[in-house]
């Protein structure tokens, strides 16, 4: 298997851009959590998916962030307008069946808005 | 709700020393509990996991942690560091089906 697959890896944008990051799971797993992680606040859980349906979505910072899961095998993150305190680390994680099992990280999508 | 609390942000050890990286609990239920690594530019990667199956939990890379309840700790050791040891390693817990709560992590230098 090759993992949870990220892309963009690296993203650059302008303030006010709409900026999408995409998430494909390990086949077969039925949970999958978006992360953010930047110096000042660590790795933050935004949101998680359990087959394909959100579960929690507490920790999604405002109305510009947005994600979908369309099926098993693809989830996106959107943000919209994108600001420069948006600029982080953002990793998509995938486990068998919630947070009991062991979470596969994806390589991350370093965003940076200027 | 549950929470994780590593002490010490960074820890430096020389190369050949033991390694002890500290991780203690909160949770109201027996608990789920983790160590991840992060090496520079990667995602995490499970070290280790506690399931109550055993107290002492081997994992990969020769590191273990050992479950304390009357301490609530989960503390990461191994005997000898190695210069490729040197990363930021995370302890984290869950409930049940729940989500996981990460620690702030501890960036581990390794000299040599």
């Known amino acids: 298997d090759a993992g949870v697959i990220q892309s963009p890896r690296h993203e650059v944008t302008e303030m006010g851009q709409e900026v999408t990051l995409r998430c494909k799971p390990i086949?077969?797993?039925?949970?999958l959590f978006w992360y953010r992680q930047t110096m000042m606040r660590g790795l933050e859980l935004l949101i998680y998916f359990n087959n394909n349906v959100p579960i929690d979505d507490s920790g999604m910072p405002e109305d510009r962030f947005s994600a979908k899961m369309p099926n098993a095998s693809f989830s996106t993150l959107k943000i919209q307008p994108s600001e420069p305190r948006d600029s982080a680390v953002y990793f998509c994680?995938?486990?068998?069946?919630?947070?009991?099992?062991?979470?596969?990280f994806g390589p991350g999508t370093r965003l940076t808005v200027t | 709700a549950q929470s994780v609390t590593q002490l010490g942000s960074h820890v430096s050890v020389s190369e050949g020393a033991l390694v002890l990286l500290r991780c203690n609990y909160s949770?109201?239920?027996?608990?789920?509990l983790f160590w991840y690594v992060q090496y520079p530019n990667q995602g995490l990667q499970l070290l280790l996991k506690?399931?109550?199956?055993?107290?002492l939990v081997k994992g990969i890379n020769g590191f273990e942690a050992e479950f304390k309840k009357s301490e609530t700790s989960f503390h990461l050791t191994k005997p000898s560091a190695h210069m490729s040891d040197a990363a930021e390693y995370f302890c984290?817990?869950?409930?049940?089906?729940?989500?996981?709560?990460f620690g702030t992590g501890t960036r581990l230098l390794v000299s040599p």
């Open positions: 984290a817990v869950s409930q049940g089906f729940q989500k996981l709560v």
């Open positions: 949770s109201s239920v027996p608990p789920y």
């Open positions: 086949s077969g797993h039925n949970s």
């Open positions: 506690y399931t109550s199956a055993a107290t």
């Open positions: 994680a995938s486990s068998f069946r919630g947070g009991s099992d062991e979470q596969y």
